[in-house]
């Protein structure tokens, strides 16, 4: 089965749920006037770590997922909570790579731990989960016609990384530091994620692919969502790395996850107001479903992005290299 289809046969069972139903970025509870969020995400060693990964630059991705949930809820972070499966042959150099890793996120982030454990395991897992306070979560479910949609930062590089090291290519220094710094340590938009809470109507973390997310988004806020391709973020590093690849360079940075921006949508009359890095590459408007616009053209956009369980063959990412 499939990521999807596994969430699917979930939630028939899980019924009691928070104030937030299951579905978002994060859960919430209300405690007063304010909001209660909770997030947890698991690295796996076999899935999340290549072999150019540094131990510190685990621990330090390990926080970052977490905390970029609680981002995307327009949350401030408040606490870090993880978990961490240790193979029995990992050395003690590697181990305490990965703690300071944690801990050199915890100090970028200012986030104190709260609670840990260790247990054994057939392969290198670290649980996370991170908590956060905000007084209006942002949801996926709240696009409305009309409003823009913006995405934080720059994207495609994570997968240009990702793919580079894979196949073996042999790139230019030049390139590879580019490329290599979102696709080992990304960092989460914490700062982006607070200034949008009660400006924004609705918001996601691209940790699937930009394509898979503003289908969520769509699906979510029951709204049509046109995007112009050519208006993407995408560093020239990428196009560079596609045409080494062979590849379509906007369908690689739409099917980019882990790439931890913040796709969101707003009233046309706040962009105005946001004073972080951030790119208007669409509309949402009235209707269902995600349609790109390029060269003149509006077509239906592919679902592409990372998927956990697809076939081998495919390595995660739904459409990209059928």
């Not at 240790?86 to 003690?92: A, L, N, R, V």
């Not at 973020?233 to 360079?249: K, Q």
């Not at 972080?276 to 077509?299: D, H, M």
Request: glycine residues 12%; contains cysteine; aromatic residues 8%.
């Amino acid at each position: 089965m499939r990521e999807s289809e596994i969430i699917t046969l979930f939630l028939k069972h899980l019924k009691k749920q928070g104030d937030i139903p299951l579905g978002d970025d994060a859960g919430a509870f209300r405690v007063g006037d304010e909001w209660l969020v909770i997030t947890n995400d698991m690295l796996v060693g076999k899935t999340d770590v290549p072999n150019i990964m540094t131990p510190e630059e685990v621990g330090f991705k390990a926080v970052t997922m977490n905390v970029s949930d609680i981002a995307a809820m327009g949350a401030r972070p408040i606490g870090f909570l993880f978990s961490i499966g240790i193979p029995g042959e990992t050395s003690s150099e590697y181990l305490e790579g990965i703690a300071k890793g944690i801990g050199d996120a915890l100090n970028y982030y200012n986030l104190p731990v709260i609670s840990a454990d260790t247990n054994e395991a057939g392969d290198l897992i670290i649980d996370g989960a991170a908590l956060g306070i905000t007084g209006s979560p942002l949801l996926r479910s709240g696009a409305r016609p009309g409003d823009l949609v913006c995405i934080t930062g720059d994207i495609g590089r994570a997968l240009a990384g990702y793919l580079v090291w894979r196949n073996g290519v042999k790139i230019e220094k030049r390139i590879r530091d580019v490329i290599y710094e979102k696709f080992l340590r990304p960092i989460a938009r914490v700062e982006a994620g607070l200034r949008l809470s009660g400006v924004a109507n609705s918001a996601v973390d691209v940790s699937d692919g930009l394509s898979k997310e503003l289908h969520l988004l769509a699906e979510k806020s029951g709204v049509r969502i046109d995007v112009a391709v050519e208006k993407l973020p995408i560093m020239e590093e990428v196009f560079e790395v596609s045409e080494l690849l062979g590849m379509d360079p906007y369908i690689l940075a739409l099917g980019s996850g882990e790439e931890f921006e913040l796709l969101f949508t707003l009233p046309p009359e706040k962009v105005a107001d946001l004073d972080f890095q951030c790119t208007v590459i669409g509309r949402v408007v009235a209707g269902e479903g995600v349609y790109y616009r390029r060269s003149g053209k509006l077509k239906e956009m592919p679902l592409i992005g990372w998927e956990h369980l697809e076939p081998s063959d495919q390595k995660g990412y739904r459409s990209l290299f059928r």
